[in-house]
């Protein structure tokens, strides 16, 4: 059943990739006017739009090569006709020259776009805007005056590009509903089907490879983990890990490359919320079977311990429930969008603007929604962690922390456990976090004063600098990807800020620890190689101190893989938390013991 499991698996996947070549695209006029209304009126005068209406594609590449020649013809003539030319330029300059003296003023301007039009009225607008501190400026030839002319023009054309076309810069947001609602042919007709047979017939394959491990003893039995080419960096390893970072990418920055598998999942977005499935929706979808199909495994793996039954089963069901089909049910209910378990600095835009606005615009329940997520890192943080340490959320909660669970737990053993492992990651998570709350405060001052400009800092730079360097490249490439390359938390273990956060609060003030019983302890390293988080807990337990690191998530599974009982996850009295009685084997040790004890 291992092997029939395997190759169904093999075979789906390989059918999954696939589907990105069997897509077939024609863009209409429909389609331009209801992906791009804005800038529909220019596109449909472009020659290559002519060229390509109606023609059929079946390659997505080629197409959307296609699309963005269009764009970028679209854009040249917008500017032909609303931006600043060469000869506008040519104007002014001439204009400005008095007896050989420069003097670009108020009166140059008017003179070189002198009809009373709405369109010379615009550049005469923009050129003011853009150019008056050039007023009281002395200037000293023509090339001085058309180098500044010519430098702003740059910025003159992308502020039209902005109001009328396509920018540069976020060509794939145009790109991707357009080559959605191109999509036809056999992707387009048999939607469930190829759903059923990728991505549903890949999940069950994984299950039949699973399902015969019931035969054999649980927990972890050193059974070659680092004998394998899959799960000790070998080339299995890089393969799964060359695909997983080109998803992110492919995600992130150009989800017109993956538009069928988006169309394929289309029909359960409107079964769930009515609505249009975007690449999101998609990776959400991903992500949760991957959690359910994983964490499968892991009940299985781990059935002889009810601490991690309980554990996997919480992080499946907050997924599923919480973070997958709640905020599509509320969407159909024709609320906000809301993961009520996702909390700030994790969710780091949940104080940008179009969020606050969104939640304040929903009503009471959008006014709920926006006093829970602020109690639940204000409050809700502290207390828990106090009472049950970081393991409440990273652990039982957070779908991050679930995926690495589930999905990573093959990766487990690979992360790093040296000392300079641990003095780098303190420094990125906390630089991280530290990065995060002032993005935040940025954001919070525009919000309430209206500028952008803060201590010569750009508030929405600084945002954008740190969506695409921490939600994107770190949490989602870096975070995801490395799984079969640097174990499965590295984005909890050196960028997640709020595992940042939740770790001072444990470390400081939290009754969570894992106590170790050092007699018992053969040395045997089960619970140091399966440490997700890098913490050679080895060392602890052969002191027999106590394990109180801000980095530990309480997965648990170090106890769960010691043959001994040496390890033991327990919530006691803040008292001699740290300042324990270690245990020294031989005489000495007992005697000392006694004493102690007396």
């Not at 369109?119 to 853009?130: A, G």
């Not at 929604?369 to 340490?389: E, N, Q, R, S």
């Not at 919530?571 to 005697?591: C, F, K, Q, S, Y």
Request: with cysteine; proline share 3%; net charge positive.
């Amino acid at each position: 059943m291992k092997k029939l499991g395997l190759g169904i698996f093999i075979i789906t996947f390989g059918f999954f990739i696939v589907l990105l070549s069997l897509g077939e695209y024609k863009v209409s006029k429909e389609i331009i006017l209801e992906s791009s209304p804005k800038q529909a009126s220019y596109v449909l005068q472009t020659k290559s739009f002519e060229e390509n209406e109606e023609k059929p594609f079946r390659n997505q590449f080629t197409f959307v090569s296609e699309m963005q020649h269009i764009l970028e013809e679209t854009n040249e003539l917008i500017l032909s006709e609303e931006g600043i030319s060469q000869n506008d330029i040519s104007n002014l300059i001439y204009h400005s020259t008095i007896d050989n003296k420069i003097d670009f003023n108020e009166n140059s301007i008017l003179q070189a776009f002198p009809e009373a039009t709405k369109l010379d009225s615009s550049k005469q607008k923009m050129i003011r805007d853009n150019l008056s501190w050039v007023f009281d400026k002395e200037l000293t030839s023509k090339e001085e005056l058309s180098d500044i002319l010519t430098d702003k023009k740059k910025d003159i054309d992308n502020s039209v590009l902005g109001k009328k076309g396509f920018e540069t810069n976020k060509f794939g947001e145009y790109l991707f509903p357009i080559t959605k609602k191109s999509t036809t042919g056999f992707v387009a007709n048999n939607q469930w089907l190829l759903f059923f047979l990728s991505l549903l017939m890949a999940s069950i394959g994984v299950l039949l490879n699973v399902l015969p491990d019931l035969k054999k003893y649980p927990g972890i039995k050193n059974d070659g983990v680092y004998h394998s080419s899959a799960t000790n960096r070998g080339w299995i390893g890089v393969i799964v890990g060359t695909f997983l970072i080109g998803f992110y990418v492919l995600l992130y920055w150009f989800p017109y490359y993956i538009t069928t598998w988006v169309v394929m999942v289309e029909p359960l977005k409107k079964a769930l919320s009515g609505g249009e499935a975007s690449q999101w929706f998609l990776y959400g979808l991903m992500y949760t079977l991957a959690m359910l199909v994983m964490g499968v495994r892991m009940l299985i793996k781990y059935r002889h311990n009810k601490y991690q039954i309980v554990r996997t089963i919480s992080v499946m069901f907050f997924q599923l429930g919480f973070a997958f089909l709640i905020p599509e049910i509320l969407v159909r209910l024709n609320y906000y969008e809301y993961n009520f378990v996702n909390m700030w600095p994790l969710d780091y835009d949940f104080f940008f603007e179009w969020n606050i606005n969104g939640l304040i615009e929903s009503g009471r329940l959008g006014i709920f929604m926006l006093v829970w997520g602020i109690a639940l890192f204000a409050i809700g943080v502290p207390v828990f962690v106090y009472f049950f340490g970081k393991r409440w959320y990273c652990s039982w909660v957070c779908g991050c922390g679930g995926l690495a669970e589930t999905l990573g737990d093959p990766y487990r053993q690979l992360s790093n456990k040296t000392l300079k492992a641990w003095k780098l990651e303190r420094w990125l998570i906390h630089g991280v976090l530290v990065f995060a709350v002032i993005m935040t405060g940025l954001v919070l001052y525009s919000f309430f004063s209206g500028q952008s400009m803060i201590l010569g800092m750009n508030s929405f730079n600084v945002r954008k600098t740190y969506g695409f360097l921490i939600g994107s490249v770190f949490s989602g490439v870096i975070g995801t990807g490395f799984y079969p390359l640097f174990g499965n938390r590295t984005w909890c273990r050196f960028g997640c800020p709020l595992a940042a956060y939740l770790g001072l609060v444990q470390k400081f003030k939290s009754r969570f620890r894992i106590t170790t019983n050092g007699g018992q302890c053969i040395s045997c390293g089960n619970c140091s190689t399966y440490c997700e988080m890098g913490i050679d807990v080895r060392s602890y337990a052969q002191k027999g101190q106590n394990i109180v690191r801000s980095s530990c998530v309480g997965c648990g599974v170090c106890s769960a893989v010691c043959p001994r009982g040496v390890l033991k996850l327990e919530n006691g009295p803040t008292e001699n938390r740290v300042e324990d009685l270690p245990i020294i084997l031989g005489n000495d040790g007992i005697a000392k013991l006694n004493d102690n004890l007396k």
